[in-house]
């Protein structure tokens, strides 16, 4: 473990998260000091420089996104922290919250300044309530010692939906309505929660804001990847021997996440596959390990990064039978809004279904192939778009475990 960077975890184990005391002595609220001494402008170009991108689904960089609102003359803005981790197997945003959850909120009001808003929203998965109330406490004891000074931060709980991770189904959810994605353009920074410019931001993407602001843009950007500047937190489960989260520079390796950091596989058995980025991340064969964890380097092998979950697989697990889980997944959880996510999850759960009782045929995986592809394309949101990802890379790297079960 001493081969960690931990930019985003940099309090982990030294402070007491509810005692905001051991924050402050601990250097925190003084970025945000900084930041308010800064010309906003000025603000927004630093964290733009500095090659941040966001930590959630779409790495688009945090800056850039800061900027459209920053330019839109309105009465209110709003920033919204998407805590709404539904991804399974990640657990990495409960972690920083439940361990120091002053940097999201010092994150947050970073960016109130910036784009001109003193009204935030942390939106937390349903399945948390115990960490709703250490946010809660957290605001708390920051509005009794005046650090956020007039930045206002409520906690608002989702119910469950995994499609309210999505940001503007999640911005649905805040006004009380159905969780639903909308239609866009116009997007979040410039129309969002309640019509008015809305910043989101992923959990550990603001946690990174109080450290970029006190080191610089180059210091940032000279960690990692260059592309995908800084760490990342991942979270290992599955086959591997140590079920553990860590934060590593982006240029890192699967193949040193999985055995250097993960201990490697229990026993003496070989690595089938590992997923990255949770249930809606692709699948990534052995022979690929050595790609860095980077956003563009995960793409380019058909993957995503996403939530930064690590699921090991070993050889005697059988990849069909995960992925009709993982597609049986995808049919609940579809919102039903649009057709092509609506039907295309479906379709897909029913085909991977008869395949895996050998039931099907070789047209079948051609069909599916298609439907994937136009769901890829074609769905509304996130969710739509990455629920065909774990089939077509498990197709493309495992033709032969789909070849075996067909009639």
Same mark, same amino acid.
């Given at each position: 473990m001493s081969e960690e960077m931990r930019v985003v975890l940099r309090n982990f184990g030294k402070i007491d998260p509810l005692n905001i005391d051991d924050y402050i002595n601990a250097g925190g609220y003084q970025s945000l000091a900084k930041a308010r001494s800064m010309n906003q402008s000025d603000l927004i170009d630093l964290v733009k420089q500095s090659g941040l991108r966001g930590r959630g689904g779409a790495g688009f960089n945090c800056g850039m996104k800061w900027s459209f609102s920053s330019q839109i003359a309105s009465e209110q803005k709003y920033v919204v922290c998407n805590a709404d981790e539904g991804e399974p197997g990640t657990y990495k945003d409960r972690i920083i919250m439940e361990n120091d959850p002053q940097s999201v909120l010092e994150g947050m009001a970073i960016c109130g300044y910036a784009i001109g808003s003193s009204?935030?929203? *942390?939106?937390?998965?349903?399945?948390?309530?115990?960490?709703?109330?250490?946010?809660?406490?957290? *605001?708390?004891?920051?509005? /009794?010692?005046?650090?956020?000074?007039?930045?206002? *931060?409520?906690?608002?709980?989702?119910?469950?939906?995994?499609?309210?991770? /999505?940001?503007?189904a999640l911005i649905e959810s805040i006004e009380g309505h159905r969780g639903e994605p909308r239609f866009k353009p116009p997007f979040p920074p410039v129309s969002g929660l309640w019509g008015k410019p809305t910043i989101v931001n992923n959990v550990e993407t603001l946690a990174n804001i109080p450290v970029i602001v006190e080191k610089g843009s180059d210091w940032y950007k000279s960690i990692g990847a260059a592309g995908y500047p800084g760490t990342k937190v991942l979270t290992l489960t599955g086959d591997v021997a140590n079920r553990i989260f860590v934060e590593v520079p982006t240029n890192t390796t699967l193949r040193q996440v999985v055995y250097d950091f993960g201990g490697g596989l229990v026993g003496s058995k070989k690595i089938k596959a590992v997923q990255v980025g949770g249930t809606s991340g692709g699948f990534i064969p052995e022979t690929l390990l050595d790609t860095s964890i980077d956003f563009d380097s995960m793409a380019a092998k058909g993957a995503t990064l996403g939530s930064g979950a690590v699921l090991v697989m070993d050889e005697t697990r059988d990849i069909v039978d995960v992925i009709e889980r993982i597609t049986s997944f995808f049919e609940h959880e579809s919102c039903g809004k649009c057709a092509p996510c609506r039907e295309g999850t479906k379709r897909l759960h029913e085909t991977v279904h008869r395949l895996k009782k050998g039931q099907g045929i070789a047209s079948d995986l051609d069909n599916a192939e298609r439907l994937g592809t136009v769901m890829a394309r074609a769905c509304l949101c996130g969710l739509g778009q990455a629920a065909p990802a774990p089939f077509l890379t498990t197709l493309k790297h495992f033709q032969n475990d789909y070849a075996a079960k067909l009639n």
């Open positions: 009204k935030g929203y *942390i939106y937390c998965r349903g399945e948390y309530p115990y960490v709703v109330e250490t946010l809660k406490k957290a *605001i708390a004891q920051a509005k /009794e010692k005046g650090v956020l000074d007039g930045f206002d *931060i409520e906690v608002r709980m989702g119910a469950g939906a995994y499609v309210c991770g /999505e940001e503007s």
